[in-house]
């Protein structure tokens, strides 16, 4: 076997042999280097950016919300505004969203942040009781129209000036507590947030 040559321009030769096969102890070059290491921490960043940040969206989480963003759309365009598209609205998150928003800035200080209503205020609308009719349109009517009632105006005032796509959102956020078939109608006295 050949002895480690020394000679600095010669890469140096190991003391081993496998099978009679010899190796160079050879310096790698830089470029696979870095390729080596940028890779290690290129993995280790996108592994804490996807996994771990919370500010990466993952692909199925952006495909949903843009899907969710379309149909609203389509529901938003149609012109017939039936029980129909009202609950199909109230099963679309964006619409929902969207909702939540005017009802938040609007109708949470008669009706509670939490749609329980409050006494001598607002009626409850997250139970499956109706007072003002129980199909979905008869709600988005009332919103829209206000309510009277034995002739005279409720606090209910009619909320018409929003526009239709508002009103059809804020409809559709409280459906979205309902399913659809289970809308009762109740007598006005029977009213639980008011006993
Ligand atoms: C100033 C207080 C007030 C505000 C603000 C208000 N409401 Fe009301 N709402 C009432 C009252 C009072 C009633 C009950 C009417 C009655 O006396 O029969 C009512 C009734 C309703 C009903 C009918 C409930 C049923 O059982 O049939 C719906 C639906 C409703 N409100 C939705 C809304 C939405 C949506 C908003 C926001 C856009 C809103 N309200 C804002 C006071 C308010």
Not at 88 to 113: E, F, W
Not at 132 to 140: A, E, L, Q, R, V
Not at 144 to 171: N, R
Request: charged content about 20%.
């Amino acid at each position: 076997m050949a002895s480690p040559d020394k000679n600095d321009d010669q890469p140096v030769l190991m003391p081993h042999a496998y099978d009679g096969i010899q190796e160079f102890d050879q310096r790698l070059p830089n470029w696979w280097l870095f390729t080596l290491f940028g890779s290690i921490v290129f993995a280790a960043l996108y592994w804490g950016y996807y996994q771990h940040s919370g500010v990466a969206v993952d692909d199925r989480t952006a495909l949903d919300a843009d899907l969710s963003a379309l149909e609203a759309k389509q529901l938003a365009a149609v012109k017939n505004l039936d029980d129909d598209t009202l609950w199909k609205m109230s099963r679309n998150a964006q619409t929902v969203a969207d909702g939540q928003a005017v009802y938040a800035s609007l109708c949470i200080t008669c009706h509670g942040p939490t749609l329980a209503g409050m006494k001598g205020l607002g009626f409850r609308l997250d139970d499956a009781a109706w007072v003002h009719g129980n199909t979905p349109t008869s709600i988005f009517r009332n919103i829209s129209e206000g309510i009277v009632f034995d002739g005279k105006p409720t606090g209910m005032a009619p909320q018409k000036a929003l526009g239709t796509a508002k009103l059809a959102a804020v409809t559709a956020f409280l459906l979205s507590k309902q399913e659809p078939g289970k809308l009762q109608a109740i007598s006005r006295a029977d009213e639980p947030s008011q006993k």
